[in-house]
């Protein structure tokens, strides 16, 4: 298997990128004890840039991060790359929805169109990237939430074509259309390496700087 460690603190994210990698072949490992790494980025893909090459540098092996959010164009973009700290510095997901639903009220919104976001990242420690990719899954904000699946914005978000919450899907309904899964799906496919090819893994055969 592809050894593949993810710079995250996120118990939520790792589970559901080794979900859907393991699947397809890749070792995924979380990479704990890293230094927090300030996300100065305007965009998703700037930020998971910033993570990866952080990781990447760190541990010496090559890397993968990912940034996502929500995008609510009511809202002008936001939550947007601020989604995890919506409301607040260390504020949950109870938080972070009480205060997008306080919002959308106040403009006396029904059914607002919202889109999540993710761009995963793969870099060498020297700070070249390997691979990336973006994923987006549309849909409305209904409240009060429901499902006790799924995390952050889940509740939430009501996706038309499966006809419920992402927190309302399992593991493998929610990857199979989640952004996340669609961005991490098409960096896999970047990852998977020709027959007898080097693989980016941090191992033997795995390319150098």
Same mark, same amino acid.
């Given at each position: 298997? +592809?050894?593949?460690?993810?710079?995250? +603190?996120?118990?939520?994210?790792?589970?559901? =990128?080794?979900?859907?990698?393991?699947?397809?072949?890749? $070792? /995924?490992?979380?990479?704990?004890?890293?230094?927090?790494?300030?996300? +100065?980025?305007? +965009?998703?893909?700037?930020?998971?840039?910033?993570?990866?090459?952080?990781?990447?540098?760190?541990?010496? !092996?090559?890397?993968?991060?990912? $940034?996502?959010?929500? /995008?609510?164009? &009511? @809202?002008?973009?936001?939550?947007?790359?601020?989604?995890?700290? *919506?409301?607040?510095?260390?504020?949950?997901? %109870? &938080?972070?929805?009480?205060?997008?639903?306080?919002? @959308?009220?106040?403009?006396?919104?029904? $059914?607002?169109?919202?889109?999540?976001?993710?761009?995963?990242?793969?870099?060498?420690?020297?700070?070249?990237?390997?691979?990336?990719? !973006?994923?987006?899954?549309?849909?409305?904000?209904?409240?009060?939430?429901?499902?006790?699946?799924?995390?952050? *914005?889940?509740?939430?978000?009501?996706?038309?074509?499966?006809?419920? #919450?992402?927190? !309302?899907? $399992? %593991?493998?309904?929610?990857?199979? =259309?989640?952004?996340?899964?669609?961005?991490?799906?098409?960096?896999?496919?970047?990852? #998977?390496?020709?027959?007898?090819?080097?693989?980016?893994?941090?191992?033997?055969?795995?390319?150098?700087?």
């Amino acid at each position: 298997m +592809t050894r593949v460690w993810i710079a995250t +603190t996120n118990p939520h994210k790792v589970r559901e =990128v080794r979900g859907i990698l393991a699947p397809l072949g890749f $070792d /995924v490992r979380q990479a704990e004890g890293l230094p927090p790494v300030e996300e +100065t980025g305007a +965009t998703f893909a700037e930020n998971a840039r910033l993570k990866a090459r952080a990781a990447a540098a760190r541990l010496g !092996e090559v890397a993968l991060a990912e $940034d996502s959010g929500l /995008v609510v164009p &009511a @809202l002008g973009g936001a939550p947007g790359v601020h989604s995890a700290r *919506y409301a607040g510095p260390g504020a949950d997901d %109870a &938080a972070n929805n009480a205060r997008l639903v306080e919002q @959308l009220e106040r403009l006396g919104l029904h $059914d607002p169109p919202a889109a999540f976001v993710c761009h995963a990242v793969l870099a060498r420690p020297d700070g070249t990237l390997v691979a990336e990719a !973006e994923g987006r899954v549309e849909g409305v904000l209904r409240w009060p939430g429901r499902g006790t699946r799924g995390f952050g *914005y889940d509740p939430l978000f009501f996706h038309p074509p499966s006809g419920g #919450r992402l927190a !309302e899907l $399992d %593991a493998a309904q929610k990857s199979a =259309v989640s952004h996340r899964g669609q961005a991490l799906r098409a960096l896999a496919r970047a990852l #998977r390496p020709p027959p007898g090819a080097a693989a980016p893994g941090g191992g033997p055969g795995a390319p150098g700087p």
